[in-house]
């Protein structure tokens, strides 16, 4: 019998979480969401993938479709879902944002640069194993999530402290600089051909530079 109790739970428990893992748009299906460059040439791109197998439909008409896709969907999810609350309370398993609502066409990378001897030079640059340092912490899940809202523009008071922990650890780790600067800078992702041709993202303008003196750590 009480093998037979725990089987129905866990069939019931692995159909309940395969319900809530539904895709939810959520805060996606806005208007003002809709209207942003990247996702207006998601549409764009879609339409022209649907023109090469002979579905000639507009990015307006791709739009609408998707629109009302998306409205249909949310609201049957929406009542699914809302029988299965004390479930997601009582274990705890609610996820509280959506994710890979679309590809974004731009992003940001962290920089981190130190002065030694009157120079500056890089230590740190996300993605590059060439300048790793502290590549393990800045890497950690938590603080990787930390320093995604930074890439959004986000968190941006948050920024000088966060440049303040790395200034106490970079003072520890190279006694002779004097400053550690970071910043964000802005990347431009092309087209997935453009991309595929050339392997390239562009590198565009920085944002929240902050410099810190590391005597203070001294």
Request: glycine share 8%.
């Amino acid at each position: 019998m009480r093998d037979h109790l725990r089987a129905l739970f866990i069939s019931l428990h692995v159909i309940f979480v395969l319900v809530l893992a539904f895709p939810q748009p959520g805060a996606f299906m806005h208007e003002k969401q809709w209207r942003r460059p990247d996702v207006q040439a998601a549409f764009g791109s879609v339409s022209q993938a649907l023109g090469v197998v002979g579905a000639e439909l507009s990015p307006a008409e791709v739009q609408a479709i998707a629109w009302e896709g998306g409205s249909i969907w949310q609201r049957g999810r929406r009542r699914t879902v809302k029988h299965l609350q004390f479930y997601v309370k009582y274990c705890g398993v609610k996820q509280g944002w959506s994710m890979f609502a679309n590809v974004p066409q731009k992003s940001g990378r962290l920089e981190i640069e130190i002065e030694q001897g009157g120079f500056w030079e890089p230590i740190y640059i996300s993605q590059d194993p060439a300048h790793d340092w502290r590549g393990a912490e800045l890497r950690q899940e938590r603080l990787r999530g930390y320093i995604s809202d930074f890439s959004w523009r986000r968190r941006k008071g948050t920024f000088p402290r966060f440049v303040e922990a790395l200034g106490l650890r970079a003072a520890a780790d190279f006694p002779d600089a004097t400053r550690l600067r970071a910043r964000m800078r802005t990347l431009h992702f092309p087209d997935p051909a453009t991309l595929r041709e050339t392997g390239a993202v562009r590198v565009g303008e920085p944002y929240f530079e902050t410099t810190v003196h590391l005597s203070e750590w001294r």
